[in-house]
């Protein structure tokens, strides 16, 4: 990565990219001059997640992500990954090498969502959530961290505001996001020796199927009605949102350590 501080021609990995985030944050690395791997994947080996099924359609729509990075100029790469098997993510790695011949920043993006109480929860459910939240940020970052190394590059983790508060019904959510926060703090300090900066992106409430198919459903509320309610700046936040943090992080070299909310105030609205 250029002494500038810049992205042009810096190579990104942006793993849930098939997701409203995940595009978020590729287009906003795109616009700022980063090539970008646009990782998902279709099927789950569970049933827990947004959608209540093994299928997810992230790799497919992945291809609308990647015609959107082209559309800044920038090339991307599809790469169908699931972030719980090191095996896919060492390959993933690998090919981005490959392909790219360098690795600058490592965004760990993808996420998943139930909503159960602890006293009815499968132990299923439980693995899948953390597997994929927080061992979908282990692996790649463990995978990266030599390529990162090489370039002084970023990690950058979305995590969550559950990650600073406890929710009924999203124990195991707001567990998994307490840890993301934890691992970032803790990769900031081993890396920072090797200037690789480590922060996290705490999104509020973005129009994603998390809210709309999981979260408001359990609140008896429409989305509109959530957002009127919890948000004191009165609007949901976009992807847009959180790829341009992404961008600040990647290119601010002295943040490291840092989790930052981005939810309208939402964690301020304590009355």
């Known amino acids: 990565m250029s002494t500038e501080h810049s992205l042009e021609d810096a190579v990104s990995i942006v793993t849930g990219a098939g997701g409203q985030i995940g595009e978020g944050i590729a287009v906003e690395l795109a616009k700022a001059g980063s090539d970008v791997v646009v990782a998902d994947v279709d099927v789950l080996d569970t049933e827990y997640n947004q959608q209540s099924s093994t299928e997810v359609g992230g790799a497919t729509r992945a291809e609308e992500v990647a015609g959107r990075v082209e559309e800044h100029g920038r090339r991307a790469h599809i790469v ?71 370039s002084k590059g970023s990690i950058i983790n979305t995590a969550s505001i559950a990650g600073t508060i406890g929710a009924a019904g999203l124990a195991h959510y707001c567990a998994s996001k307490h840890a993301v926060l934890g691992l970032t703090k803790s990769l900031s300090l081993e890396l920072a020796g090797d200037d690789v900066t480590v922060n996290a992106i705490c999104p509020g409430i973005v129009d994603t199927p998390m809210w709309s198919k999981v979260l408001t459903p359990q609140m008896g509320e429409d989305y509109e009605e959530t957002v009127k309610r919890a948000i004191p700046l009165g609007r949901d936040q976009s992807p847009e949102d959180m790829g341009r943090l992404a961008v600040f992080y990647a290119t601010n070299r002295n943040v490291t350590g840092q989790a930052l909310a981005v939810d309208g105030g939402i964690l301020q609205n304590v009355i």
Request: aromatic letters at 6%.
């Open 80 to 150: 169908e990954c699931d972030v719980t098997h090191a095996d896919q993510v060492e390959a993933m790695v690998e090919e981005t090498i490959s392909e790219f011949g360098r690795l600058d920043v490592l965004c760990n993006n993808a996420g998943i969502i139930t909503f159960d109480t602890v006293d009815e929860m499968d132990e299923e459910e439980w693995d899948s959530v953390m597997d994929v939240n927080v061992k979908g940020v282990f692996l790649p970052s463990r995978a990266a961290i030599p390529h990162l190394k090489e």
